[in-house]
């Protein structure tokens, strides 16, 4: 059995439901329709009384309600249920290729496996093997270390990124994997596409698993020895909390005397996740567009420049300043309207970065210079060209329209500056995010 530990990866032990439903049986992140109680209502309604993910996890549209407490004793007591009932199949070890279809007609490939927690790290300028993308806000930790803490089961929805152009991990995986018949196949509620899994823990395939985070890893070392292996996609502060209640409980087994081999081995210190190819087709990153409130365009537009250097151009409408931006990574767009003319302006910027990781901070000193001076200016974070357009047709309105995501440069930007700035990307559609489906033995 290959050991993947110098990969801050484990073999998990994988439960799936014995009844193979996953219309009721999967359903989306926690941390989707967060201000839609509506949609969470569906989700019950699609459920009904079957077994189903739901009742494992509390959706974060609930995560302020005053039965929060008993809504996590529910939980707990169904998931203990859940082990002890039939409701999963024998734990299996192994991986799983997954290939989810979603509703807008992509496909995107994943590998399900546990992660050693010891290897992530959440800091800014971590030299860890798995980082993080996107500022993490120590606030949001507490409320779910709740949720983790004690649960005697986990599901994922995290979804790791790997920098892997020559797609040797994921894909080719899949090509082993698929000469099997799949371990689940179906439809998702609420037209949100089909996932199928194949298991993964043949001699050939684990050999050709272990071979390709080999290469992956030399080739993502940098020149002072550090390694950026994975950077998370989707559920950062999932993973963060999962590392926070592993750091406190590593302290109580260390207290208790229990032996290095224990505290290796032990379920908290492993968290189940997809891992993705960032270069993968039916993985889109989608830019989120910046609106200031109360803001001059010209002295923002001005501020931005004399910052990032590169040069203004007015241009005449929305569709030559939308194709303008796509056809960049470092140009920004800037819609404002005064007197009733709305004004189209494209910044060109020779920014090598990801242009979001260079604007949000300028624009952060922008307003603080502003509020100092007794100006108070409101930013938001808006998706869509339309909406962009939409608002800045509105007086004392500038919005900011984003080039696309660069993937060639998304790990090499992460590893030089650290994480992104909040509200950086986006990876697709809310519809299309991870669907809770396999789960794992946590605490017993």
Not at 302 to 308: C, T
Request: charged share 30%.
């Amino acid at each position: 059995m290959k050991n993947f530990a110098d990969f801050g990866i484990q073999l998990p032990e994988i439960l799936l439901p014995a009844d193979k439903n996953l219309l009721s049986w999967s359903v989306i992140a926690c941390d989707q329709y967060t201000q839609d109680r509506d949609y969470w209502k569906k989700v019950s309604d699609a459920a009904g009384k079957n077994p189903s993910t739901l009742n494992l996890i509390l959706p974060e549209v609930y995560l302020n309600d005053n039965d929060r407490k008993e809504r996590l004793e529910n939980i707990r007591k169904t998931m203990q249920s859940y082990i002890e009932d039939g409701v999963f199949d024998k734990a299996e070890k192994e991986f799983i290729y997954v290939e989810r279809k979603t509703a807008y007609g992509r496909t995107r490939k994943g590998l399900v496996a546990a992660i050693d927690l010891e290897a992530y790290e959440w800091k800014p300028m971590s030299k860890s093997l798995i980082r993080a993308t996107e500022a993490t806000i120590q606030s949001r930790i507490p409320p779910r270390k709740e949720i983790r803490k004690n649960a005697p089961l986990e599901s994922p929805h995290i979804m790791l990124l790997a920098n892997d152009p020559g797609r040797l991990l994921v894909e080719k995986t899949g090509a082993l994997a698929k000469k099997n018949s799949p371990v689940y196949d179906g439809d998702l509620m609420l037209d949100s596409g089909h996932i199928t899994g194949w298991e993964v823990k043949s001699d050939e395939a684990l050999s050709s698993v272990y071979n390709s985070l080999d290469a992956l890893k030399k080739s993502n070392t940098a020149e002072d020895g550090s390694t950026f292996l994975f950077a998370v996609g989707d559920g950062n502060h999932s993973l963060a909390t999962a590392k926070a209640v592993w750091d406190e409980y590593k302290e109580e087994l260390k207290s208790q005397g229990k032996s290095k081999s224990e505290i290796e081995n032990c379920p908290v210190r492993y968290a189940l996740v997809e891992i993705v190819n960032i270069y993968d087709e039916g993985l889109t990153f989608e830019p989120i567009h910046r609106v200031l409130f109360n803001a001059d365009a010209d002295e923002t537009i001005s501020y931005v420049q004399k910052k990032l250097g590169g040069t203004v151009k007015p241009l005449s409408n929305a569709g030559e300043l939308e194709e303008a931006v796509k056809k960049s990574s470092a140009s920004f767009g800037f819609v404002s309207t005064a007197n009733g003319k709305t004004c189209f302006t494209l910044l060109e910027t020779p920014v090598k970065e990801l242009a979001v990781s260079r604007l949000q901070p300028e624009l952060d000193s922008f307003i603080a210079e502003k509020k100092s001076a007794g100006k108070e200016i409101e930013i938001d974070y808006i998706h869509g060209s339309e909406e962009v357009f939409r608002l800045g047709a509105q007086d004392n309105t500038l919005t900011i329209l984003l080039p696309p995501i660069a993937k060639n440069s998304f790990f090499d930007t992460i590893s030089s500056r650290g994480p992104l700035p909040r509200k950086s990307f986006s990876m697709g559609e809310a519809s299309e995010k991870r669907f809770y489906l396999e789960c794992r033995r946590l605490f017993s």
